[in-house]
Each structure stands twice: as structure tokens, then as C-alpha cells.
């Protein structure tokens, strides 16, 4: 049976529909960024998603080529993830999406090295007939997190991003969305299948601890 990483990791993609603190460690991902309404049918993201999933299916069949991995095991491709921001914002409005910049990503197997990596985007070129110069190897390490599952439109999100924040701080945690650490969604439905009120979409926001100041008085 083909490793599946939804299972062998619930604690990074099947938490409850109730905040929780999690650490992540370090990964490798098949990354394409863009910027723009990734509501537009024919906009940037969505042609991301397509050169996202032509490298992650070019790796997971490499074994189906001369091009032999060490250590491959066969698996399930995870599931497409997204880190999300707009310039001088903190957090995210949801109403100005057009201003959205986005890295699309897709997890890659610890065994695939950037090697590996650059023979898939050989591979994928050679075989689509398409540029896919855009894809590249993004390692990242996000850290300590808050994380829920949000059911339902992604429009509704602030309400599950807001009992978040709560817990967060309620355990002694602040928020720390900056330029290198993002907003960050991973999505276990497809919209195009799904009823939009069954959507099952993980959210993740960085954290840090609180800073305590002790203040004396003077006598």
C-alpha cells in the first residue's frame, strides 16, 4: 500500500476543528509563486497549480523511468498547501484578493534531493512540452504554529482564524506572521467537487511566545 502522508502525519493534516499548537519541522516542497485572485479562472494560481502537479506526478512515477531514486518508496502525492500574504497588511483581508501574493506548494518525499528535483523539471519539460521554469525547490521551516481545520467556504475563515488567535494567546502565544513566515492554507477537499460548505481546509499561523515585562515600581 502506498505510503499516504494525511495518515502517517494527523498531526499536521487531519487536526481537529479546534485550535492547537503544533511544531513543524523543517521540509522540502515543489513551489510555484504568483500573485493575484486565486478566484480567477484563468489567473495566475490556477496555472500554478498545474506546473505544481506536473513535477509532484513526474516524481512520484520516477520510478517508472531509467531515473531511479535512492530510497523511494511509493506514496500518495500530499495535498496542495499555500502560503498566503499581502504587501503592508497584517494578516489577510479577505475582500481585496486581487492584492494576494501567494507560493503554491506541494510537499516532496524526504528521499527526493534537489537533484532529484531539477531531473523532474528535465523530465516534465521534455515530456509536456511545457515551461516549467517557474517550479523550484523550496526548503522551509515553519516552526511553532497554531492550526485548525476550517469546514466550510474560505470566505469564512476569519471566524476559525479569530478562535485561533484566542487560543493562542490564551497559551501564552502571540502571532508572528512576517516576510518569511505567512499564512498558511492546506486543503483537503477539491472546490470544484465539493459543496462549499463541506470544504475541509487546514489553517496554520506562526507563533512565538509572549514577551513578559516585569515592571518595578520606584520607591
Known sequence: MAFD???????????????NIVEIP?????????KGNPNDENGDYKNTIG??????????????????????FEYVVPPLEGFWWQENT??????????????SIIRLPDFVTKSDFDWAIKEATRKK??????VEFLTYDEGICVQCMHIGSY??????????????????????????????EIYLSDPRKCDVNKLKT????????????????NI
Open 129 to 134: 512540452k511545457q515551461d516549467f521554469s517557474r
Open 90 to 103: 497584517k494578516g489577510m483581508d479577505y475582500n481585496r484578493k486581487d492584492d494576494l501574493n501567494f507560493i
Open 155 to 184: 470566505d469564512d475563515e476569519p471566524i476559525t482564524v479569530e478562535e485561533m488567535h484566542k487560543y493562542a494567546s490564551n497559551q501564552g502565544y502571540e502571532l508572528d506572521i512576517t516576510d518569511k513566515r505567512y499564512h498558511h
Open 5 to 19: 502522508y494525511k495518515k502517517e502525519y494527523k498531526e499536521f493534516y487531519l487536526p481537529k476543528n479546534k485550535p
Open 202 to 217: 487546514i489553517i496554520r499561523h506562526p507563533i512565538k511566545k509572549q514577551i513578559k515585562y516585569n515592571l518595578k515600581e
Open 26 to 34: 523543517k521540509m522540502n516542497y515543489i513551489a510555484v509563486r504568483g
Open 51 to 72: 506546473l505544481l502537479y506536473g513535477i509532484a506526478y513526474t516524481i512520484k512515477m520516477s520510478y517508472k523511468t531509467p531515473h531511479k531514486i535512492d530510497g523511494f
